[in-house]
């Protein structure tokens, strides 16, 4: 199985910056798209950045200009780096990625145990 595990979480005033890391491990054959969802408080859980193995990058729109998404396939590990954050970017976040465990397999759906970000106005 893969696991990831995720750091870099934490209290953070307005317009200032954070950076979160998932590092994944475990039987891994490869590792397609990684990125990084969010889920605030009686919200649903959304998309907020992605980074595919050639470095296609997708971000949500209130995010763009703020956000990098980052990605070092040797290390099967993706980064997320947050500047100039709101109070509405307040949520705990979760990382993901799409990894097959054998050849040829189609890759499955695998999650971190989430990372608090909480911005204070």
């Known amino acids: 199985q893969v696991q990831l595990v995720e750091s870099g979480g934490g209290l953070v005033q307005a317009g200032g910056s954070l950076r979160l890391s998932c590092a994944a491990s475990?039987?891994?054959?490869?590792?397609?798209?990684m990125g990084w969802y969010r889920q605030a408080p009686g919200k649903q859980r959304e998309l907020v950045a992605s980074i595919t193995s050639g470095g296609s990058t997708n971000y949500l729109d209130s995010v763009k200009g703020r956000f990098t998404i980052s990605r070092d396939n040797a290390k099967n590990t993706v980064y997320l780096l947050m500047n100039s954050l709101k109070p509405e970017d307040t949520a705990v976040y979760y990382c993901n990625a799409k990894a097959s465990v054998v050849a040829g397999s189609d890759p499955g759906d695998y999650w971190g145990q989430g990372t608090q970000v909480t911005v204070s106005s």
């Open positions: 475990g039987s891994i054959f490869s590792i397609n798209a």
